[in-house]
T-cell receptor
């Protein structure tokens, strides 16, 4: 157990739907990052939050949004889902802003049918 | 953006063999990490190594930042070492990952 908890582990949904992925960071970590892993794009950085505030954005689509709550857990919302959004979505956390020593969760496998 | 190239893309070895995985990056970085993704998909952080050399058991890593490359050494390979090894670097925002080296250790 890495200490980073992601739920659910698997999600199957239809095109056009909206889903929410949840992440609880490791105790003491203030930074949360979301990554998408797909066969064609590999691992891609989506977005980073630090202590409740958005700090950096990567290749995140406008249909996707995220937030970090006061208890530091984070949610990634994916809407108007398309077949191409099927992927493994990882959350990672670290103590500081500097991305040192990431710890990844076990991921949420999203299948859009 | 920064480019991260890993080699070889695939590697098949017998148990007990040693291996060297390479990561080249196209720009100066202030953060370089190696990860192992096991066959169940879990990403494990192996090293945070923006420069210098570190060792952890049978694994060691060396980053030569001035020449923009990093090496991951695996000695006395075990079947549990199988999986994909990723190098990831950070310039400004999140980590940029290479495509990985897919390692298969045969008994």
């Amino acid at each position: 157990d890495s200490g980073v908890t992601q739920t659910p582990k698997h999600l199957i949904t239809a095109t056009g739907q909206r889903v929410t992925l949840r992440c609880s960071p490791r105790s003491g970590d203030l930074s949360v990052y979301w990554y998408q892993q797909s066969l064609d794009q590999g691992l891609q950085f989506l977005i980073q939050y630090y202590n409740g505030e958005e700090r950096a954005k990567g290749n995140i689509l406008e249909r996707f949004s995220a937030q970090q709550f006061p208890d530091l857990h984070s949610e990634l919302n994916l809407s108007s889902l398309e077949l191409g959004d099927s992927a493994l979505y990882f959350c990672a956390s670290s103590v500081s802003l500097g991305n040192k020593g990431y710890t990844f969760g076990s991921g949420t496998r999203l299948t859009v049918v | 953006g920064i480019q991260v190239e890993q080699s070889p893309p695939d590697l098949i070895l017998q148990e007990g063999a040693n291996s060297t995985l390479r990561c080249n990056f196209s720009d100066s970085v202030n953060n370089l990490q190696w990860f192992h993704q096991n066959p169940w998909g879990q990403l494990i952080n192996l090293f945070y190594i923006p420069s210098g050399t570190k060792q952890n058991g049978r694994l060691s890593a060396t980053t030569v930042a001035t020449e923009r490359y990093s090496l991951l050494y695996i000695s006395s390979s075990q079947t549990t070492d199988s999986g994909v090894y990723f190098c990831a670097v950070k310039v400004a925002d999140g980590l940029t990952f290479g495509k990985g080296t897919h390692l298969i250790i045969q008994p």
